[in-house]
């Protein structure tokens, strides 16, 4: 177990731990550096998103849109028609969740290449309560003919999943985290958009999570291995495109499926990996996620176990699908 | 390209003309589409392409044109009749519009037809869009483009049309110039029933904007507050330019079920017959 020298020992207790949107924050200023054509506009949450780290290093290509997430997109698609590689963030909850139809019409159908940053995703935002806690925008996104969705595992593949975005010509969602996310991948974890991550192999049963999930799919891995169970956990940091190839590979050798994110079910990862298993490779399935109804106030951790979001609730379902097969 | 060639006012006119018969043609053989906005914005039209956008036909992405968005994309019919009648593809491809395969979508897709600048339809996001290439010409000091926009009255109900407006006039973002086609109407009715837009000058005048009014009907008077606009140095320009929703021919004007239906082979060849008078000038029946 744990010989992936790619990634940390997570059993260590002092694992570190940073919010993923800190990685985001970072990359986009190294993106700037590295291209001027990198711009960013945020929608009066410059602190919250980490775009302030953008600003302060390049003001001049800061824009500041206020709060009204409809303009912050299209004029990211105004930015793009004028050259410009745009970075536009608010909350997830807001953007893409208020504004779906100015991405569909205006930067897919257009095909213009903003990269559209939603941060504070998942119920780990906490006591702001279900208002702000964004479940929806993997399945609003992921329907959207020529949208990329990326939703990385922390802070240190936010960074280079950031730089990889101002290098992609399609439009891109990434949806960041709020709370400090235990650091999994080092440096040199590989990174590439569209490109599932095998973290740990095994044959009896295959985990794919995203984002904040990942770290408790790994968990749930060592646990299942002083159960017996042998389970291949796959890091899917780009949900679209997916990378079938990797995860039907994955399926055939295992014969079951466990599916962990921080968002809805319907429509999100799930849903993504249910679809391709249906029409590929039909296996036992499970999906850990948020069931169709909406989030609650409460402390970060405390929510994630309340929703079943964590590394028990990886495990027995893993225990369930290797059971039916 | 392109403002090589002067036309005369009377010249434009004939212009007009052409474009407005194309409309009737392309809306008779698709079958569906709306009639009253792109008659009304004739003028408006071939005032731009005829003698303010500074534009390429055979070129359609040379780097020093400007830039020409039409955010009510239901009105598309009169900006393809234009391009043709301005060499950016042959007429006979109008009579495709709305067919299975076509360039000509009934709402504008920027990838599909060369020129375009912008896919739209939904309402309300052009100002933005124009806000955000304003925006980027601002920031690689690029003065000599200028970013116009064609915009519908009803279609500034759309809340994203005056988060746009706050933000142009808040960046003064004077190298756009954006004209309203105010037809006063829209699919349910009269716009001043429907959702009052009035007083509606002050109202961009309160967002910072440097308004003018003007007869949109009328093309000198197009090209002068254009003209008027390109001096403006500190402030965006609004355009309120007041026009007849189906101009040009007498069953159509400033009736708002016009809005958005084709016309029957009857009414086609009585509009047709209409726009071929000119004023008295008779034009061949025989084309």
């Known amino acids: 177990m744990n010989n ?82 745009p970075f536009v963030s608010s909350y997830a909850a807001f953007s893409p969740g208020r504004n779906w139809e100015q991405i569909r019409t205006t930067i897919c159908l257009n095909d213009r290449p903003v990269k ?62 709020r ?38 799919a790994l968990l749930a ?105 | 390209m392109i403002n090589n060639k002067k036309y005369s006012i009377e010249q434009l006119e004939l212009i007009t003309n052409n474009i407005r018969q194309d409309i009737i043609k392309m809306l008779l053989k698709a079958g569906s589409g ?6 009304g914005l004739a003028d408006i039209f071939s005032a731009l392409y005829f003698d303010i956008l500074k534009h390429d036909p055979k070129n359609p992405e040379w780097a020093d044109r400007d830039i020409l968005l039409l955010s009510n994309g239901h009105c598309v019919p009169v900006r393809y009749a234009a391009m043709a009648e301005a060499g950016y593809f042959d007429k006979k491809e109008l009579m495709t519009l709305r067919q299975l395969g076509t360039r000509l979508q009934g709402h504008p897709e920027r990838l599909r037809l060369p020129g375009l600048e912008s896919t739209s339809g939904p309402l309300g996001s052009g100002l933005s869009q124009a806000c955000g290439i304003a925006l980027a010409h601002k920031m690689d000091n690029i003065l000599h483009r200028w970013i116009y926009i064609v915009m519908g009255d009803g279609e500034t109900d759309e809340g994203n049309v005056w988060e746009a407006a706050m933000f142009a006039g808040n960046n003064h973002l004077s190298k756009i110039i954006a004209i309203i086609d105010r037809n006063n109407i829209q ?40 003209a008027m606009g390109r001096a ?10 007041y026009t007849i929703p189906g101009k040009g021919v007498d069953f159509i004007e400033s009736d708002f079920h016009w809005h958005g239906i084709p016309p029957d082979h009857q009414q086609a060849i009585k509009a047709i017959a209409e726009l071929r008078t000119l004023n008295g000038r008779i034009r061949s029946e025989h084309e």
């Open chain 2, 34 to 39: 709306h009639t009253a906005g792109p008659l």
């Open chain 2, 187 to 226: 699919i349910d009715g009269p716009t001043e029933i429907v959702m009052p837009l009035e007083d509606y000058k002050a109202k961009w005048e309160a967002f910072g904007w440097y308004v003018i009014e003007i007869d949109g009907n009328n093309i000198e008077d197009v090209i002068d507050a254009c």
């Open chain 1, 116 to 177: 559209i940053v939603g941060s504070h995703a998942g119920v780990s935002v906490g006591p702001d309560g279900a208002t702000h806690q964004m479940l929806e925008d993997i399945a609003l996104m992921r329907v959207l003919p020529n949208m990329v969705v990326i939703a990385p595992c922390d802070s240190i593949e936010a960074e280079k999943a950031t730089l990889a975005m101002a290098n992609d010509p399609r439009p891109n969602y990434m949806r960041l985290a």
């Open chain 1, 221 to 325: 891995a060592n646990q299942l291995y002083k159960d017996g169970i042998e389970a291949e956990v796959i890091h899917l940091a780009t949900i679209k495109p997916l990378d079938s190839q990797t995860i039907i590979k994955s399926l055939q050798k295992t014969g079951a499926v466990v599916t962990a994110e921080e968002g809805q079910i319907i429509g999100g990862l799930g849903g993504a990996i249910a679809e391709l298993a249906a029409e590929n490779c039909p296996v036992p399935i499970r999906r850990i996620g948020i069931k169709d109804r909406f989030g609650e106030s409460g402390q970060p951790e405390e929510l994630l176990h309340y929703f079943g979001l964590d590394n028990d609730h990886i495990r027995l379902a893993a225990h369930e699908v290797v059971n039916k097969k």
């Open chain 1, 4 to 85: 992936n020298k790619l990634i940390v020992d997570v059993t260590k207790e002092e694992i570190q731990k940073a919010p993923i949107r800190k990685g985001f924050g970072i990359g986009l200023k190294k993106a700037g550096e590295q291209n001027s054509n990198v711009v960013a506009a945020c929608a009066d949450l410059t602190e919250s998103t980490q775009m302030f780290l953008f600003k302060e290093a390049f003001p001049e290509r800061f824009v500041e849109i206020g709060v009204a997430e409809q303009n912050l997109v299209t004029i990211g698609s105004g930015l793009a028609a004028g050259g410009k590689i």
């Open chain 1, 179 to 216: 709370e400090a996310t235990p650091i999994i991948t080092i440096e040199s974890t590989p990174f590439e958009i569209g490109k599932a991550q095998i973290f740990e192999s095994g044959s009896d049963v295959t985990i794919i999570a995203t984002g904040t999930m990942t770290y408790y």
């Open chain 2, 232 to 241: 403006i140095s500190e402030k965006p320009v609004m355009i309120l330019a």
